[in-house]
């Protein structure tokens, strides 16, 4: 019996079905239903038509780069052309000779104003049609594209044309004009301002001007931003003018630290001083004028301050006219493009002064009696102060009203 039974157990044990065997059968049948969806979803995918999509390719202007030059050569640079030397003048801002000398020297020393080969083998544009590009933008203050249609330049070209044009201006010529006054120079400004204006040491005006920054960064615009004349972001520009309209820059470094001109009126001088306005503090260098003042003397002084000053608003006036870019928010991005636009501007203004020298800065004046009043400020009125003498007071209070 014992024998019996323990061979039936055995034969039970050996009938037991494989677990593990029935749960690999059933993840092989579960992947399998899955790996055929998916195939099948991708199958049918691909069955089905595409979506159509727009393909955008970069769109090529054909610009006709010689004939372009052609036309603007036979409009301002033949012997005889379309447009007379008024308006070459009018629209280059000064003569043809001076023009094609800074041509000549960009060409000379910078590969990028030659004539050159694009990518595919076309020659590019001409120095003439570069300098043209970016003397147009200085002039007009406008967009860098406003000239496409005429010179046949693309933006992106218009603005490197701008960038590098201001950069060879200010490397070419900054020696030259925008050079500190030797001492000879420093006497015959201060013996010309002696003779014009009645101040004896003076080397000329100081004064400043807002422009605007329309592509500042945000993380900058309050370093930028004084809301002294707009809320805007402004950089300023501070400069002295020695003549009628002759302008310079960087200022007065070295008076500022003590060192004046050597020799001036036979004497070594350590300082010397410009006519300034209010804004500025009260330094040695700066002669400012008296504000509120009843005395005949101090009135005097004043009127004959604040027209000796009016040369560095004149300067600033015809440097705004004359380059609109100055005038008009810049829409540079980089610091260092929007200071050579600036130097560059300055140092075209010097040029042309001394190539029109006997027509700009003729000092002879048409006053013999001395200078008037400049601002209102020097007279005594009711927003300056009240008059002492009682007819004085009933006068200035008739004119407030």
């Known amino acids: 019996m014992a024998s019996g039974s323990g061979s039936g157990s055995g034969a039970g044990d050996s009938g037991a079905p494989d677990w593990r065997q029935i749960v690999r059968d059933e993840l092989r049948a579960v992947t399998s239903r899955e790996i055929n969806r998916a195939l099948q979803a991708a199958m049918q995918q691909q069955r089905q038509p595409a979506v159509p999509r727009p393909i955008h390719h970069r769109t090529q202007i054909p610009r006709d780069r010689i004939a372009a030059h052609h036309r603007l050569y036979e409009d301002y640079f033949v012997p005889q052309p379309r447009f007379g030397d008024n308006l070459f003048r009018r629209r280059f801002r000064m003569k043809r000779p001076l023009l094609l000398r800074i ?13 050159r080969e694009d990518a595919v083998g076309k020659p590019a544009h001409t120095p003439i049609q570069k300098c043209t590009a970016a003397i ?8 860098t594209d406003m000239f496409d249609e005429y010179l046949h330049i693309g933006e992106s070209t218009a603005r490197e044309c701008l960038v590098f044009f201001c950069q060879g201006i200010r490397e070419i010529f900054g020696d030259t004009y925008l050079q500190k006054p030797t001492p000879q120079d420093c006497q015959d400004l201060m013996n010309m301002h002696r003779a014009q204006h009645g101040f004896p040491g003076m080397l000329g005006s100081i004064d ?48 500022e630290l003590g060192v004046g001109p050597a020799v001036a009126n036979g004497n070594q001088h350590n300082m ?15 002669v400012k004028t008296i504000r509120c003042v009843v005395e005949d003397k101090k009135k005097y002084f004043a009127s004959r301050q604040e027209a000796a000053r009016k040369d560095v608003e004149r300067a600033f006036g015809v440097l705004q006219s004359r380059w609109t870019i100055v005038r008009v928010p810049s829409r540079l991005w980089h610091m260092e493009c929007i200071a050579d636009v600036m130097y560059a501007c300055i140092i075209l203004h010097n040029m042309i002064v001394e190539d029109e020298a006997a027509a700009l800065a003729d000092w002879a004046s048409d006053d013999d009696d001395g200078a008037g009043l400049s601002h209102g400020v020097a007279s005594p009125s009711g927003r300056m102060g009240v008059p002492h003498e009682r007819a004085k007071r009933v006068r200035a209070f008739g004119d407030m009203r």
């Open 208 to 255: 400043c001007m807002h422009w605007g920054w329309k592509n500042c960064p945000s993380a900058w615009k309050g370093l930028y931003t004084t809301g002294f004349k707009s809320k805007h972001p402004t950089i300023v520009l501070e400069a002295t003018v020695r003549t009628t309209t002759s302008m310079s820059s960087p200022l007065f470094n070295d008076q």
């Open 272 to 286: 010397s001083y410009y006519l300034a306005d209010g804004i500025y503090p009260m330094w040695p260098i700066f």
């Open 136 to 143: 147009r933008q200085l002039a007009y203050g406008g967009t």
């Open 103 to 115: 041509v000549g020297a960009l060409e000379r020393r910078y590969n990028y104003f030659r004539i």
